[in-house]
């Protein structure tokens, strides 16, 4: 397991569990809960966490890492701006952090073979 | 967006002493005369951003149409009054709540059908309170309408129906409706209690039926039921080939004076008026009748032969303004265009001069439009309702020119460009610059508080046989086609929006103004709320379309829910800047009532949600109060 990317892991857990708050509401109304938009932020944060697993276990090196990586920063970008137009601030900021963090992950995965 | 700093120095108005007086919220708008202001002081912009939810309470009466359940809508004031808050739902049941607490203190349900005789949806806009000033069982009474035309008549103490008012507690309001009758009456609004007096219109269905129903205003007696008088709307020989004219919304009252004023809504079919060419002074009117006698003092028709539906929406609002030394007895009728009259109550003449301008005509066949129609030069018109915003690049960009390419198509000609066949444009929108939630004015010094929507909207003209081809001979309001039956024309109505669904004309699309009645000017005009399409929000400068009104306090603040974005909102009433928000369920889209109970001020808002604005639906009824030290 690459333990490089727990904290890409984290951070898209942590807005994967922001996004299912958002779409369902547990703890009361959210202003967006069970619209598309919140649909589409929680699709985006569990899209994340899935590819930065994927990442961890298999552990691909170059282009495969390049790809994945590339995948989950834009699934991250667009995601933290969904958040912020649903006004998920928490979400848009866990999004935007992850965004960043996937960034050297990324360049580092380049310089393998 | 025009913005006009609030001047420094205001010319104080003189206050009728009753308005300014206002601790409780007795009625839809709060008293008599439609002010909506609320003497409350310890509600200030200083003191706002501390405002606690004390209490939710759940109706129950609620359903988003997916059921067997039509959907609900609703709209309701709570009415404060005899130390408690009364709530009608759209299940057509009261319910009385401790104001402290949101505790329930008894409910009454009329068992009403809940079918959607002749609206859409379940709708209720609250309820009314009578009291007769002595003691006994019945001498405080709650008045609950339903869809199928019942008035009920309750304790307010305790709930039970009152047995000496009509047949056991409920009089059928439908024995009435005798002539053109395509559809039952539906009571929708509250009646407006005038002494011991109530006085009551009635809700129909729009955009079906050619001849209708003629509108009427009907007087019956607090205690007894009993018809006390019936004033008709509609010429008598005009009645075979009309109908509506009808008063849907909540009225006012100047007990001193001794009238009513009645905003009337327009004549059927509403978007074609082929078949009623001659004139119908007292449609698309405020006209005032004399209390005890129904006969009709003054009128002023706000617009002539009307083929939009601008149906009068809202009560006039009842101010005091002076004129070359004198106070003049004033109301100000806020209309679905945006403009605002302001009239001598007690005699209909315009206080600000009103201009005939030349307006578009119509070439559909049969039509015969009037060549001019009133424009008020003062005070300022609501949301520019004179100039059709332009095509939004953003939405133009994303529809590759659908647009652009729409605005060349469809006729707009200016405002009261008619209906037609190719297609027109109207701006504001059917739903109005204004609808129920009418305006606030602060007595004090004669401002004007108003939320306005920037709707454009598209309709055409259909003729018959097509209409009917594509509607398989029947239709209705959920595609935007709707039948105006036994006329030459349907109609097909929608926003203009692109293929997206993104509107394509320019923010904002909601606007929050305040205006000097003594002057006519336009103190500041800022975007309001936030509009929110599948639960993205738009920019604060966007604006959000509204529906519901505004209440100003004596500590200068303005509550106000009425946005697409389910937040309810106080603002400074000197700037119009949001100083406190609060997330609701669904669009708060009536009146909050605003008052002092047991020497605390409270806000309560019924958050029950329209479709017109958005999808969500609501039973909530929340309640904000300043902490207690």
């Known amino acids: 397991m690459d333990r490089i990317f727990f904290p890409a892991l984290l951070l898209s857990v942590i807005g994967a569990i922001l996004g299912l708050i958002a779409f369902f509401g547990p703890f009361g109304n959210t202003g967006v809960d069970g619209t598309v938009g919140a649909g589409l932020a929680?699709?985006?944060?569990?899209?994340?966490?899935?590819?930065?697993?994927?990442?961890?276990?298999?552990?691909?090196?170059?282009?495969?890492?390049?790809?994945?990586?590339?995948?989950?920063?834009?699934?991250?970008?667009?995601?933290?701006?969904?958040?912020?137009?649903?006004?998920?601030?928490?979400?848009?900021?866990?999004?935007?952090?992850?965004?960043?963090?996937?960034?050297?992950?990324?360049?580092?995965?380049?310089?393998?073979? | 967006m025009k913005k006009i700093l609030f001047p420094a120095a205001m010319i104080l108005l003189s206050a009728q002493t009753a308005l300014a007086q206002q601790d409780s919220w007795t009625s839809f708008h709060g008293d008599l005369g439609s002010t909506k202001f609320s003497n409350t002081q310890s509600l200030t912009p200083d003191t706002v951003g501390d405002l606690e939810r004390v209490w939710e309470y759940r109706t129950g009466d609620v359903a988003d149409g997916s059921g067997d359940l039509p959907e609900t809508v609703w709209s309701a004031t709570p009415v404060y009054a005899n130390g408690t808050l009364y709530l009608g739902t759209p299940f057509y049941r009261i319910i009385a709540l401790d104001p402290a607490t949101g505790g329930e203190r008894w409910s009454y349900d009329s068992e009403s059908a809940l079918e959607p005789l002749t609206q859409p949806a379940l709708k209720n806009r609250g309820v009314a309170y009578w009291e007769s000033g002595q003691d006994?069982?019945?001498?405080?009474?709650?008045?609950?309408?339903?869809?199928?035309?019942?008035?009920?008549?309750?304790?307010?103490?305790?709930?039970?129906?009152?047995?000496?008012?009509?047949?056991?507690?409920?009089?059928?309001?439908?024995?009435?409706?005798?002539?053109?009758?395509?559809?039952?009456?539906?009571?929708?609004?509250?009646?407006?209690?005038?002494?011991?007096?109530?006085?009551?219109?009635?809700?129909?269905?729009?955009?079906?039926?050619?001849?209708?129903?003629?509108?009427?205003?009907?007087?019956?007696?607090?205690?007894?039921?009993?018809?006390?008088?019936?004033?008709?709307?509609?010429?008598?020989?005009?009645?075979?080939?009309?109908?509506?004219?009808?008063?849907?919304?909540?009225?006012?009252?100047?007990?001193?004076?001794?009238?009513?004023?009645?905003?009337?809504s327009s004549p059927s079919p509403n978007y074609w008026g082929g078949d009623r060419t001659d004139p119908i002074p007292l449609a698309t009117s405020v006209t005032a009748l004399d209390i005890a006698t129904g006969e009709i003092v003054w009128s002023f028709q706000h617009i002539r032969h009307d083929i939009w539906d601008y149906d009068t929406p809202s009560a006039p609002s009842l101010v005091d303004i002076p004129r070359d030394g004198e106070i003049i007895p004033a109301l100000v009728q806020a209309t679905k265009q945006g403009f605002l009259f302001v009239l001598d109550r007690r005699t209909g003449e315009p206080l600000f001069p009103i201009e005939e301008r030349a307006v578009p005509q119509s070439t559909t066949q049969g039509e015969v439009?009037?060549?001019?129609?009133?424009?008020?030069?003062?005070?300022?018109?609501?949301?520019?309702?004179?100039?059709?915003?332009?095509?939004?690049?953003?939405?133009?960009?994303?529809?590759?020119?659908?647009?652009?390419?729409?605005?060349?198509?469809?006729?707009?000609?200016?405002?009261?460009?008619?209906?037609?066949?190719?297609?027109?444009?109207?701006?504001?929108?059917?739903?109005?610059?204004?609808?129920?939630?009418?305006?606030?004015?602060?007595?004090?010094?004669?401002?004007?508080?108003?939320?306005?929507?920037?709707?454009?909207?598209?309709?055409?003209?259909?003729?018959?046989?097509?209409?009917?081809?594509?509607?398989?001979?029947?239709?209705?309001?959920?595609?935007?086609?709707?039948?105006?039956?036994?006329?030459?024309?349907?109609?097909?109505?929608?926003?203009?929006?692109?293929?997206?669904?993104?509107?394509?004309?320019?923010?904002?699309?909601?606007?929050?103004?305040?205006?000097?009645?003594?002057?006519?000017?336009?103190?500041?005009?800022?975007?309001?709320?936030?509009?929110?399409?599948?639960?993205?929000?738009?920019?604060r400068d966007w604006g959000s379309p509204t529906l519901g009104g505004p209440v100003v306090t004596a500590g200068g603040v303005v509550f106000i829910g009425a946005s697409m974005d389910s937040r309810v909102r106080a603002l400074d009433a000197a700037t119009g800047e949001e100083v406190w928000s609060d997330l609701v369920e669904a669009p708060a889209v009536s009146i909050p009532a605003v008052f002092t109970h047991e020497g605390e001020d409270y806000v309560v808002f019924a958050v029950g949600g329209n479709s017109i604005l958005k999808p969500e639906v609501s039973d909530q009824a929340v309640a904000y109060r300043l902490p207690r030290d």
């Open chain 1, 42 to 113: 929680l699709l985006g944060s569990v899209t994340i966490t899935l590819i930065v697993i994927i990442v961890m276990i298999w552990q691909p090196l170059g282009g495969w890492r390049l790809t994945l990586c590339a995948l989950a920063m834009f699934a991250a970008f667009l995601t933290a701006i969904a958040a912020f137009f649903l006004m998920q601030y928490m979400l848009a900021f866990a999004m935007a952090l992850a965004f960043f963090v996937l960034i050297p992950l990324m360049i580092n995965g380049r310089r393998h073979p």
């Open chain 2, 369 to 539: 439009t009037v060549p001019t129609q009133p424009f008020p030069t003062l005070p300022a018109a609501l949301g520019n309702p004179e100039q059709l915003p332009d095509v939004w690049a953003l939405s133009d960009l994303v529809s590759l020119g659908q647009c652009s390419r729409e605005r060349e198509q469809y006729l707009y000609e200016g405002m009261f460009t008619p209906p037609s066949e190719q297609g027109t444009l109207f701006f504001p929108g059917t739903a109005g610059a204004t609808n129920w939630g009418g305006v606030a004015i602060d007595p004090r010094n004669g401002i004007l508080y108003a939320n306005a929507s920037r709707i454009v909207q598209f309709i055409r003209l259909i003729p018959r046989a097509e209409y009917e081809q594509i509607n398989d001979g029947g239709g209705g309001n959920e595609e935007g086609f709707s039948p105006q039956a036994d006329s030459p024309y349907g109609i097909y109505l929608t926003d203009w929006s692109n293929w997206l669904g993104i509107p394509c004309w320019e923010p904002p699309f909601g606007t929050f103004s305040a205006i000097d009645l003594a002057t006519g000017d336009l103190l500041y005009e800022v975007p309001f709320g936030m509009a929110q399409f599948n639960g993205f929000y738009g920019l």
């Open chain 2, 136 to 264: 006994g069982a019945c001498e405080k009474r709650v008045y609950l309408g339903t869809m199928d035309a019942e008035l009920h008549a309750v304790d307010a103490d305790t709930g039970e129906r009152c047995a000496d008012f009509a047949d056991g507690g409920v009089l059928n309001v439908n024995q009435w409706n005798d002539v053109n009758d395509v559809f039952p009456f539906s009571l929708l609004q509250p009646p407006l209690v005038a002494g011991d007096t109530l006085l009551l219109g009635w809700a129909g269905m729009d955009w079906e039926y050619s001849v209708a129903p003629p509108g009427n205003l009907l007087a019956i007696d607090a205690r007894t039921g009993e018809l006390l008088w019936d004033t008709g709307f509609i010429p008598e020989e005009l009645i075979p080939r009309t109908g509506t004219a009808n008063i849907w919304t909540a009225m006012t009252a100047d007990l001193d004076l001794g009238l009513v004023y009645a905003p009337v």
